[in-house]
Nanobody
Framework: QVQLVESGGGLVQAGGSLRLSCAAS????????QGWYRQAPGKQRELVAG???????NYVDSVKGRFTISKDTAKNTLYLQMNSLKPEDTAVYYC??????????WGQGTQVTVSS
C-alpha cells in the first residue's frame, strides 16, 4: 500500500511561514490528482489546494496569494508553502494523492497552529 508521510507543521506567529511536505513511499509521476485538505475544530473539511489536470493549480479563495502548492517528482514529495499565515489557517492539514488503478491515499495529518 502507498504511504504518505507528512511533516512541517508546527506553531507559528501570525505573518509567519511554514512549508508542509508530503512524502510518498513510491513514485508520484503517474498521480493524476493530489493536494491538501484542512480541518479546523468544529468546521467542515475543506480543500485548500489541489494539483490536477495537467498540473493545474487550484486554491480556496481564502489562501490565494499566500499559499503555493508544488511537487518534486524526483523526491516523490508534494509541498504546500504557506506564507503570511493567519490564525484562521489553524487546522490539521492532510495531503492526498490519487494513484491510477489504486485510488486515493491520505497522509496522517499535521497540525498547523497560528497564534495572534
Amino acid at each position: 500500500q502507498v504511504q504518505l508521510v507528512e511533516s512541517g507543521g508546527g506553531l507559528v506567529q501570525a505573518g509567519g511561514s511554514l512549508r508542509l511536505s508530503c512524502a510518498a513511499s513510491e513514485s508520484i509521476v503517474s498521480v493524476n490528482a493530489q493536494g491538501w485538505y484542512r480541518q479546523a475544530p468544529g468546521k467542515q473539511r475543506e480543500l485548500v489546494a489541489g494539483l490536477s489536470d495537467g498540473d493545474r493549480k487550484n486554491y480556496v479563495d481564502s489562501v490565494k496569494g499566500r499559499f503555493t502548492i508544488s511537487k518534486d517528482t524526483a523526491k516523490n514529495t508534494l509541498y504546500l508553502q504557506m506564507n503570511s499565515l493567519k490564525p484562521e489557517d489553524t487546522a490539521v492539514y492532510y495531503c492526498y494523492a490519487n494513484f491510477p488503478r489504486r485510488g486515493v491515499y491520505w497522509g496522517q495529518g499535521t497540525q498547523v497552529t497560528v497564534s495572534s
